[in-house]
């Protein structure tokens, strides 16, 4: 039994100590948001946060994950109110979704350590593939993380998950499928 804290929660993986973190947490914990890409550590599609350092979850073994805290994209902020995540929003850094949860962890990664990085900075610590491009506007929205981070500005948050679809279309007029406009 291989014991470790994920997302804040002690958990025990009763597998094969070789068996890849991803793995685990996909299939074990069900914890999708963390991607399978290419399996081999090329992509960072599985990037998670192993005692807060981005590393990908596909080159970790359960056993190397032993007695260590892992946080997944589930556990980074349950309402979807980390930095990263708001600045990827409002940037529109995110086209088809399938390489975000890993950009923003390893953005998040980045950001814990240096509120205020260089373009070169960030592309360096986000080597994530994206087959989409977005990253003109990911170093974008990485440098807004970091203004957030240190307090410099705020972003108009969107609707947490949950929340009602007529609510959410009078907080953001974009969500208004029905076209009606806002309503007071």
Request: a negative charge; hydrophobic letters at 40%.
């Amino acid at each position: 039994m291989t014991a470790m804290t994920v997302n804040d929660r002690p958990v025990n993986f009763d597998l094969d100590p070789a068996t890849p973190l991803l793995w685990a947490l996909r299939e074990a914990a069900n914890l999708t948001g963390t991607k399978y890409g290419c399996g081999e550590g090329d992509c960072g599609a599985c990037m998670v946060l192993v005692d807060g350092e981005a590393l990908r979850s596909c080159l970790i073994t359960l056993a190397e994950a032993e007695g260590r805290f892992i946080t997944t994209i589930e556990g980074l902020a349950r309402d979807r109110s980390h930095p990263v995540q708001q600045a990827m929003v409002a940037e529109q850094a995110i086209q088809c979704g399938f390489c975000t949860p890993g950009i923003v962890m390893a953005a998040a990664a980045l950001i814990r350590r240096n509120a205020d990085p260089s373009e070169d900075e960030i592309r360096r610590a986000i080597p994530n593939l994206c087959r989409c491009g977005v990253y003109p506007r990911l170093v974008a929205a990485v440098q807004r993380a970091g203004r957030v981070a240190r307090r410099a500005e705020r972003i108009s948050a969107a609707p947490a998950p949950g929340i009602d679809p007529a609510d959410a279309a009078r907080a953001v007029p974009a969500l208004d499928m029905d076209n009606k406009g806002p309503t007071e």
